[in-house]
């Protein structure tokens, strides 16, 4: 089961985060902040610290509870995706939720790779990749608020809360595809 999905920009600003369960605790804007910095500075730190030459840093850190996978792109961009522990290799998962982003966010000329997300096509596509891993958990369907939060550069933080995220019948509907 997958149940978040954050996309840090190479400069440790999050730019991007999505729960797809809503049994997780909510976060403040400020706390989804610090979670993308401190994990962008310890992926620098144990790229460093590494006996291996030419390390990546971390690719998964694994807990009890959750385990957070890590993809790092070759400009920088990071792919946290925290899934259940039992969740089986997600290596697959995570090529296809960077094909979606290369789609729907690179290839649009009004998006800025170090600015948030604010794409629904992108929204779209990417719940219909979570529903076809089985990582989707929805209990409480009249809550559907959902956060875009992300740093400018030497500018204010800047908390985007849209009211609803695709549904499910949008992202099965015709001409979406």
């Known amino acids: 089961m997958i149940f978040s999905i954050y996309i840090i920009n190479k400069a ?13 605790s909510k976060l403040t804007s400020n706390e ?3 979670l993308a910095g401190t994990f962008h500075g310890v992926h620098a730190i144990t790229s460093k610290i590494s006996p291996v030459p030419g390390s990546s840093g971390i690719e998964m850190l694994e807990t009890d509870t959750f385990r957070i996978h890590c ?9 946290l995706l925290v899934t259940d522990p039992q969740q089986p290799s997600v290596d697959h998962t995570m090529k296809k939720i960077y094909e979606v982003y290369s789609d729907y966010c690179v290839k649009n000329p009004f998006q800025n790779p170090e600015m948030p997300i604010r794409s629904e096509q992108f ?9 076809s891993v089985g990582g989707l958990v929805v ?3 009249t809550s559907n608020a959902y956060n875009v939060i992300g740093g400018v550069s030497g500018g204010p933080l800047l ?8 549904t499910v019948s949008n992202v099965a509907s015709p001409g979406l595809a």
């Open 12 to 24: 440790g600003g999050l730019v991007y985060n999505k729960d797809y369960s809503d049994g997780l």
């Open 32 to 34: 989804y902040l610090v």
């Open 71 to 79: 993809f790092q792109t070759l400009t920088g961009t990071k792919f």
């Open 123 to 131: 929204d779209v596509h990417l719940l219909k990749l979570v529903k």
């Open 139 to 141: 209990t409480n369907t």
């Open 159 to 166: 908390g985007h809360n849209q009211s609803s995220p695709p």
